[in-house]
């Protein structure tokens, strides 16, 4: 009984940790004009369909790496589609001269100190990566 008991608890804390690294946060600097984004906006950002900001001005994008999972939980939440879709879209946006796919960063710190910085950028970190620096647009979970 208390081998079951603690598998139950290993399997639980495994989905509680799964669940803390699906919170993702569309983040912006705190000079930013944009204060909020709908997911459908956050889309068309980062599928290369608009480069505008709401509340005006260009938005240049930041991205996680392939191999992060914050990035799969974003594209697959925000946009309904796979990386490998993304990278599809960009890469015929890129060959028609219609686009320049987001910067791609190392980390969530960097995404965060490079946003902080210019309030023209976007990024989205891991939830728990925010703090007064940014100013978080939108929460995915």
């Known amino acids: ?3 079951l008991h603690s598998i139950a608890s290993v399997i639980f804390l ?11 946060a569309i983040v912006a600097s705190q000079k930013s004009t944009a ?6 906006q956050a889309s068309a950002l980062f599928l290369g369909k608009s480069d505008q900001l709401p509340g005006g001005g260009s938005a240049l994008l930041l991205d996680l790496p392939e191999s992060s999972p914050a990035r ?11 990386q490998s879709q993304v ?8 060959f028609s001269g219609k686009g320049t ?3 791609e960063l190392p980390n969530s710190a960097e995404v965060k100190r490079l946003v902080a910085a210019n309030p023209n ?14 100013k978080v647009l939108l929460s995915v979970e």
Do not use: C
């Open 1 to 3: 009984m208390k081998k």
């Open 14 to 24: 495994l989905g509680i940790s799964h669940v803390a690294q699906a919170q993702i």
């Open 35 to 40: 204060n909020a984004i709908t997911a459908e």
């Open 72 to 82: 799969d939980t974003f594209y697959s939440k925000v946009t309904g589609k796979s």
């Open 87 to 94: 990278k599809a879209s960009w890469a015929r946006l890129v």
């Open 101 to 103: 796919p987001p910067k």
């Open 121 to 134: 950028l976007i990024g989205y970190v891991e939830k728990g990566a925010v703090d007064g620096s940014v």
